[in-house]
């Protein structure tokens, strides 16, 4: 089968919801694993997330056109909700029969996992749903500002129910994608000496490290850099605290002004060369929208996909 994934949000100004969790970071996320699930079952899968949008309702234009040129069987929308701190479950929306028929399933294993069951609901009010030629889902995994619903969440379960719902099965092998780099597990000297070059950072003599697996003078010189950089202690090893600034960096998560983001706002303000504060203030936006004018993007001072992509690739 030839399916559409949505990965709600992500495209700046177009962001998701903000609770215990941030929206474009679990659909994100969830999508990523959804996508490596299906094609390792034998799927065609087209990833119907846009890479960048003036606009909110262009980044809904966009995720439409794509389903509609590359003609997939199943447009399903991935999302989570928020409200009140109070309202919890998931649901899934539909405009037709056959849309419900793929509803139930996906909302019924999901609710499999502990989450209260409300309902396939009429999602005739959804521009995803309204505007795809073909047969479309909306997913609300769960609440993100439910204490109840984030106890309750796991990223590989809910990939897992989401595909089974979708196709009745699981892939036989392990699929396990790293969806997002701050939780990457490898912590090798060699992975390292690539991520720091990949961050701009150079050793003592302003040179790039030789990404040769050894821990020698050149990359503890890059260490202590970075340490300085992002306000760590600087000791020249790379150690728990040091390899989660590299992964919240490496992660790419979306900023924007006013963000009092500490280590990767520090990074940010590195890379732009203005005073390293932490704190993504006037000074910052300006340098930040210099930096996307230059590169050719919107120059709307929001560190999206699109700016790290410039910033980091």
């Not at 912590?187 to 070059?197: D, E, F, G, S, V």
């Not at 936006?285 to 929001?302: H, Y």
Request: aromatic share 6%.
């Amino acid at each position: 089968m030839k399916f559409g994934i949505d990965i709600g949000h992500n495209c700046p100004p177009d962001t998701g919801a903000r609770g215990i969790k941030i929206e474009d970071n679990l659909t994100l996320d969830v999508g990523n694993r959804v996508i490596s699930k299906l094609r390792a079952l034998g799927h065609q899968v087209v990833d119907c997330k846009p890479d960048r949008a003036s606009t909110v309702g262009e980044s809904l234009r966009k995720r439409c056109a794509t389903a509609n040129a590359s003609e997939v069987e199943l447009f399903v929308s991935i999302h989570f909700n928020a409200f009140n701190r109070q309202a919890n479950g998931t649901e899934v929306f539909a405009i037709s029969d056959t849309g419900r028929k793929f509803a139930k399933p996906v909302l019924d294993e999901i609710v499999k996992l502990g989450f209260f069951n409300r309902g396939v609901k009429n999602g005739s009010h959804l521009f995803v749903l309204k505007n795809t030629n073909m047969v479309a889902i909306l997913i609300e995994c769960c609440f993100i500002d439910s204490q109840k619903d984030m106890n309750l969440y796991n990223p590989e379960a809910m990939a897992n129910a989401i595909v089974k719902g979708l196709t009745g099965k699981l892939p036989t092998a392990a699929v396990t994608p790293v969806a997002d780099e701050e939780d990457n597990p490898d912590t090798t000297i060699q992975r390292l000496q690539k991520a720091l070059n990949r961050l701009k950072i150079t050793d003592k003599n302003g040179r790039s490290l030789l990404e040769d697996g050894i821990n020698g003078a050149t990359t503890k010189s890059a260490i202590e850099k970075f340490q300085s950089i992002t306000g760590i202690q600087q000791t020249g090893i790379a150690g728990d605290t040091t390899w989660n600034a590299i992964n919240q960096i490496l992660a790419k998560r979306v900023i924007r002004v006013n963000h009092a983001g500490g280590i990767v706002v520090r990074y940010l303000q590195f890379r732009l060369g203005v005073e390293i504060d932490g704190v993504y203030g006037p000074q910052t936006e300006a340098a930040m929208k210099r930096f996307q004018q230059q590169n050719g993007l919107t120059a709307d001072g929001i560190v999206g996909p699109i700016t790290w992509q410039k910033l980091i690739g």
